[in-house]
């Protein structure tokens, strides 16, 4: 592999919520989804995100995990239908990079305009009592209908307020209710969270309920590889008609295969995303491919192609619309400097 490779600018943005062991029942429903800011958080959240979590400072060191280490955490985000629960609601899961089939944390995230002073939007989070029944909830139309309020628990403490600041959202947690009791000293969660298009940052404190001294810090931010992405300029071609024949050029797009993403607009009012994956993908099981998707903006996958891992090109078609990526540096073993 040529060591040269151009780092594509594009990112993936990236989202870890923290998470206490959740107590309590569900309660209210609504969520008023026709409110502007809920409507567009909702939009820009969901998406899979891939993490860098430093741990910066530990007041009791895990031998485990020293001070400065950090792990490979994958965040994937959907919106989900459960109209019992709310108007807008999330499912968030998490994992470690290469271990895709062990979520370390699941969550129902509910989304609506915040009641209290300032605006924005409250996101209130609902945990799993039987996590392992509901793996992979976003993938079951089955598991969702299956869902009932008393397979969830919920905190209010960890409720998180985000407002809107031009094409971010930024917030956290409020005061110190979100309690933590996964250690053996009582412990809050303070978070501090911001989530835009292409755009994610966050932190989590931990302090100590008794002297609010700080226990643990965790730093959060986007994950990528320097030298070993590929930048692909993607061709796409849109027909009127829906018939292969009459596909024209809509639009070229440059992305790279560490997660690169790129948005467009069809002549119809659709608005679509492709993205491209290499190495990156934790959900290969083992095998090298070079993935490329095609999906609604910030919706499940319409289309999926693939093909190996070091291809220096990639395409699908189905009728309506067709798209090829070739690689802009075409990949044909290591080069001398």
Same mark, same amino acid.
């Given at each position: 592999m040529n060591a040269a490779r151009p780092l594509a600018v594009a990112a993936i943005a990236v989202m870890l919520l923290p998470l206490a062991r959740a107590a309590g029942t569900v309660t209210g429903t609504g969520t008023g989804a026709g409110d502007g800011d809920v409507a567009t958080l909702a939009a820009w959240w969901p998406g899979i995100y891939d993490n860098a979590e430093q741990?910066?400072?530990?007041?009791?060191?895990?031998p485990a995990r020293i001070e400065? &280490?950090?792990?490979?955490?994958?965040?994937?985000? &959907?919106?989900? &239908?459960?109209?019992?629960? #709310?108007?807008?609601? @999330?499912? @968030?899961?998490?994992? @470690?990079?290469?271990d895709p089939e062990r979520p370390r944390r699941q969550v129902l995230l509910r989304l609506e305009p915040n009641s209290g002073g300032g605006g924005g939007v409250r996101v209130r989070q609902y945990t799993l009592r039987e996590p392992a029944r509901f793996r992979h909830l976003h993938r079951s139309p089955r598991l969702i209908a299956s869902l009932r309020v008393d397979d969830l628990a919920s905190n209010p403490g960890c409720d998180l307020v985000l407002r809107r600041e031009v094409k971010q959202f930024t917030g956290g947690t409020e005061g110190n209710a979100c309690r933590d009791d996964t250690g053996e000293v009582a412990r809050y969660v303070d978070y501090r969270l911001l989530v835009g298009q292409d755009l994610y940052w966050y932190?989590?404190?931990?302090? #100590?309920?008794?002297?609010?001294?700080?226990e643990e810090e965790l730093a959060g931010y986007t994950w990528f590889q320097l030298y070993q992405a590929r930048l692909f300029s993607c061709r796409v071609r849109w027909s009127a008609t829906g018939r292969a024949?009459?596909?024209?050029?809509?639009?070229?797009?440059d992305v790279h295969d560490q997660g690169g993403r790129a948005r467009f607009g069809t002549p119809d009012g659709r608005r679509l995303e492709i993205e491209l994956h290499g190495d990156d993908w934790p959900f290969a099981g083992g095998r090298d491919a070079l993935l490329l998707?095609?999906?609604?903006?910030?919706?499940?996958?319409?289309?999926?192609?693939?093909?190996?891992?070091?291809a220096d090109a990639i395409s699908m078609r189905l009728g309506w619309i067709a798209v090829r990526c070739a690689a802009i540096a075409p990949d044909h073993g290591a080069l001398g400097s």
């Amino acid at each position: 592999m040529n060591a040269a490779r151009p780092l594509a600018v594009a990112a993936i943005a990236v989202m870890l919520l923290p998470l206490a062991r959740a107590a309590g029942t569900v309660t209210g429903t609504g969520t008023g989804a026709g409110d502007g800011d809920v409507a567009t958080l909702a939009a820009w959240w969901p998406g899979i995100y891939d993490n860098a979590e430093q741990l910066v400072f530990s007041r009791e060191p895990d031998p485990a995990r020293i001070e400065g &280490s950090q792990l490979r955490v994958r965040t994937l985000v &959907s919106q989900v &239908s459960l109209p019992w629960l #709310g108007d807008t609601v @999330l499912y @968030l899961e998490e994992f @470690l990079h290469d271990d895709p089939e062990r979520p370390r944390r699941q969550v129902l995230l509910r989304l609506e305009p915040n009641s209290g002073g300032g605006g924005g939007v409250r996101v209130r989070q609902y945990t799993l009592r039987e996590p392992a029944r509901f793996r992979h909830l976003h993938r079951s139309p089955r598991l969702i209908a299956s869902l009932r309020v008393d397979d969830l628990a919920s905190n209010p403490g960890c409720d998180l307020v985000l407002r809107r600041e031009v094409k971010q959202f930024t917030g956290g947690t409020e005061g110190n209710a979100c309690r933590d009791d996964t250690g053996e000293v009582a412990r809050y969660v303070d978070y501090r969270l911001l989530v835009g298009q292409d755009l994610y940052w966050y932190r989590l404190r931990r302090y #100590g309920v008794a002297d609010n001294e700080l226990e643990e810090e965790l730093a959060g931010y986007t994950w990528f590889q320097l030298y070993q992405a590929r930048l692909f300029s993607c061709r796409v071609r849109w027909s009127a008609t829906g018939r292969a024949a009459d596909l024209r050029e809509l639009v070229r797009l440059d992305v790279h295969d560490q997660g690169g993403r790129a948005r467009f607009g069809t002549p119809d009012g659709r608005r679509l995303e492709i993205e491209l994956h290499g190495d990156d993908w934790p959900f290969a099981g083992g095998r090298d491919a070079l993935l490329l998707m095609l999906g609604e903006e910030g919706g499940a996958p319409i289309a999926t192609a693939w093909t190996r891992v070091d291809a220096d090109a990639i395409s699908m078609r189905l009728g309506w619309i067709a798209v090829r990526c070739a690689a802009i540096a075409p990949d044909h073993g290591a080069l001398g400097s």
